[in-house]
C-alpha cells in the first residue's frame, strides 16, 4: 500500500480505500475522478469547494472529454491531450480510450507516438515512468522502490532503450513515450490494471547528434554505451526488477537489431520475458498466414517463404512459422528449407557478413549454384523470385516500394492466390501499397500490410486490408502470462496466440480481411489471453491454477469503472 491510498478486492468488486485529502486526491491521477465524486465524498476527503457543485457521472465526463478531443487540431494535439488527462483522471483516461480504440489507437500508439518522442523533450511537463541511467547503476533498485510498490503488486514492466524506436530510430530518453503508450493498450485491450505495471527508459546515451546538441534535450549527454558495460547493465535491471517484483512480465521494447534478439534468448530460459518487435510482430503476421493459407487451400508446408528484410522481425516471423511447420510434422531442417531471407546484402548466403540470429537461413553454394540472377554474384529480390517462386512474400526491409509490379506479376504467375506482406511502417516505408498488389495480381493477391489502409475497390468486389497490427497480440500475450502466473513466455505460447487470433479473422468470402478489426481489441484479447493461459499450464509454466479458465480471465481484466470508496 502507498501511504495514501490502496486498491483492495471484495467479493463486491474492487474497492478503493483512501487516506489522502483534499488536493492529494485531486493531484493523484490513480484516484482522482474530478466532478463525479459525490457529495459526501467531497466532504468525506475534504473536496468541498475545490470542485464544482454539479456532481457528473461518467457518461457526462466521457462525453465532455471525447467532444474536448475532437476539437484538438491535429494528431500530435491529440496525443498531448490524452497525456495531459492520463495524467489526471486515470480510469477517464482509460474509459475514453477503451471505447474509441480505434480511433484513438494511432494516436496513443503508431504513428503518432514517434512523431511524440521525437519532441519528448520540448513538450515534457510531467514525469511519468522510471529513468534509469547507465551512468549509475548502483541506483536501479532505489529507483524501482521509488514508486512505492509492494513485492506482489507489479504484474508488468515495459522497458526500452530506445535504440530502435518505430521507423525513426535512436531516440534516447524519449523512448520512455512507447513504454508509456503500451501500456496504455495493455490496459484498454486487455485489461492489464494500471497500477500493476511499470514503464522504464534504460537511458544508456544516444548516437542521436540532433538530440546531443539540443540544449533541451533532457537525457544523458553521450554517446550509447555499448558492449561489456552495457550488458551488465541489462543485466543488473533484470535481476533487480526480478528480486523486486518476481511476479513480473518483463516486455522489451524496440531495442536495437544488434541486442533485441541476443538480449530475449540470453534471458527468455530463465526469466519471464517477452520481446513484442520479435514474438509479438511474429505471432501477428502468422495469424495472418495461417488465415491466408485456409484460403490458399495449400498447407503451410506446402508454401516456399520469402522474408525480404531479415531483422529482429523478419528472422522472428521465420522462426515461429518453422514452429508451426514442425508442429504439422516437419523436422526442423525441412521446415527452413521453405524460408528465404534476405538482408542488406541481399539473400543471407554462406560466405557474406551477418548477424548471429541470420546464420541459420544462410543458403549453402551448392543449392545457388544452378540460379540464374541479373547480375553475376548478386542474389537480389527479383533473382530470390525469379528462382524460389515463392508463394508467399513478407517484407520487412523499410524500403519503399521493394515489391515492384514485375516481381509481383512474376510472383503470380506460379500461384493461384499468392500471399503477400508488405509490413514496413509507417506507408511511407511499405513494401507496396495493397491497390497496386490487387490491380497487379487480377485480385487474387491475399494481403496484410504493418501500416492501416482504406478498403480497395476492384471489379465490384471490395477488398479490406487486415492490418498486421501487434496490439491485436501483445496485449493478450500479458494476460495469458498474468492470469496464469507463468514462470516463462515459451514459443508454443506465442504459437498458441497467434492460432487464437487466427480463429477470429477467419475470411469467408473475397474481399474479407485476414484479420479482425481494432475495435473488437477487447474480446480478441481475451481470446488470445485465454490461449495463452491454458497453453502455459499445458506446459507446468502456470504458477496459479486457472479454475474456470474463462471466468479466470474475465476476473483478471480490469475495468475503467470507478470503484467504490472507502475513507480512511
Keep these: 500500500m502507498t501511504s495514501s491510498f490502496e486498491f483492495v478486492e471484495n467479493p463486491d468488486g474492487e474497492v478503493l480505500r483512501i487516506a489522502a485529502r483534499g488536493t492529494d486526491v485531486l493531484g493523484n491521477a490513480l484516484i ?3 466532478t463525479a465524486f459525490t457529495t459526501a465524498e467531497r466532504e468525506a476527503l475534504d473536496l468541498t469547494g475545490l470542485l464544482p457543485s454539479q456532481v457528473v457521472d461518467i457518461e457526462d465526463q466521457l462525453r465532455r472529454v471525447y467532444s474536448q478531443y475532437r476539437a484538438q487540431p491535429d494528431a ?18 482509460f474509459r475514453l480510450l477503451g471505447e474509441h480504440i480505434e480511433e484513438m489507437l494511432p494516436i496513443v500508439y503508431t504513428p503518432t507516438i514517434g512523431q511524440a518522442i521525437e519532441q519528448y523533450s520540448y513538450w515534457y511537463h510531467r514525469p511519468r515512468g522510471i529513468f534509469l541511467s547507465i551512468d549509475d547503476p548502483d541506483g536501479i533498485e532505489e529507483s524501482l522502490a521509488a514508486m512505492g510498490h509492494d513485492s506482489d503488486e507489479v504484474d508488468l514492466i515495459v522497458v526500452t532503450d530506445s535504440e530502435g524506436i518505430l521507423g525513426i530510430g535512436d531516440q534516447g530518453v524519449g523512448g520512455v513515450a512507447i513504454t508509456i503508450g503500451k501500456l496504455a493498450v495493455y490496459t484498454a ?4 490494471h494500471p497500477h500493476r505495471v511499470l514503464p522504464v527508459v534504460l537511458d544508456v546515451g544516444t548516437d542521436n547528434m540532433e538530440l546531443l546538441n539540443d540544449d533541451g534535450y533532457l537525457g544523458v549527454r553521450h554517446g550509447r554505451v555499448r558492449g561489456e558495460k552495457y550488458d551488465q ?3 543488473k535491471f533484470l535481476t533487480t526488477a526480478h528480486d523486486r517484483y518476481p511476479n513480473a512480465m518483463i516486455h522489451w521494447e524496440d531495442f536495437g537489431a544488434a541486442n533485441a534478439t541476443r538480449i530475449l534468448d540470453r534471458y527468455r530460459d530463465d526469466y519471464c520475458t517477452f520481446n513484442d518487435d520479435i514474438q509479438g510482430t511474429a505471432a501477428v503476421v502468422l495469424a495472418a498466414l495461417v488465415s491466408a493459407v485456409k484460403v490458399s487451400g495449400i498447407k503451410l508446408s506446402d508454401h516456399r517463404i520469402v522474408v525480404h528484410g531479415a531483422g529482429t522481425a523478419g528472422v522472428g516471423i521465420a522462426e515461429l512459422g518453422i514452429k508451426l511447420m514442425m508442429e504439422e510434422g516437419m523436422s526442423e531442417s525441412e521446415a527452413r528449407s521453405h524460408f528465404w531471407a534476405l538482408g542488406s546484402r541481399g539473400l543471407l548466403r554462406e560466405g557474406i557478413p551477418m548477424r548471429d540470429f541470420q546464420e541459420p537461413f544462410a543458403r549453402s553454394a551448392s543449392e545457388l549454384s544452378g540460379w540464374h540472377t541479373e547480375t553475376p554474384g548478386k542474389y537480389e529480390l527479383s533473382d530470390v523470385v525469379r528462382n524460389v517462386k515463392p508463394t508467399i512474400l513478407i517484407g520487412t526491409s523499410a524500403q519503399q516500394g521493394a515489391f515492384n509490379e514485375n516481381i509481383v506479376k512474376d510472383m503470380a504467375r506460379h500461384c493461384d492466390r499468392p500471399i503477400i506482406m508488405p509490413l514496413s511502417n509507417p506507408i511511407s516505408r511499405a513494401e507496396a501499397i495493397p491497390s497496386d498488389l490487387i ?3 487480377g485480385g487474387s493477391a491475399l494481403i496484410a500490410t504493418g501500416s492501416p489502409f482504406d478498403p480497395v475497390q476492384y471489379r465490384g468486389t471490395t477488398y479490406h486490408i ?3 497490427n ?11 502470462v498474468i492470469a496464469s502466473n507463468a514462470k516463462l513466455v515459451s514459443d508454443s505460447m506465442i504459437s498458441a496466440a497467434a492460432k487464437a487470433l487466427a480463429k477470429v479473422g477467419r475470411p469467408r468470402k473475397l474481399g474479407e480481411s485476414l484479420l479482425p478489426d481494432i475495435d473488437q481489441l477487447r474480446p480478441i484479447s481475451a481470446r488470445v489471453g485465454l490461449a495463452v493461459a491454458q497453453q502455459a499450464s499445458q506446459e507446468g509454466l502456470a504458477q496459479k491454477d486457472l479454475g474456470n479458465p474463462v471466468d479466470t480471465i474475465f476476473q483478471t481484466m480490469w475495468r475503467p469503472e470507478y470503484p467504490r470508496i472507502e475513507v480512511i
Excluded: C
Excluded at 76 to 93: C, G, I, P, Q
Excluded at 189 to 192: E, F, L, Q, R, Y
Design 233 to 235: 547493465f541489462i543485466d
Design 470 to 480: 501487434n496490439a491485436l497480440i501483445f496485449p493478450g500475450v500479458g494476460l495469458g
Design 76 to 93: 500530435l494535439s491529440k496525443y498531448l491531450f490524452l497525456t495531459a488527462m492520463h495524467d489526471r483522471n486515470e480510469v477517464l483516461y
Design 189 to 192: 485491450a486487455a485489461g492489464i
Design 439 to 441: 490491380e497487379w495480381t
Design 466 to 468: 487486415a492490418q498486421a
Design 32 to 34: 482522482n475522478r474530478g
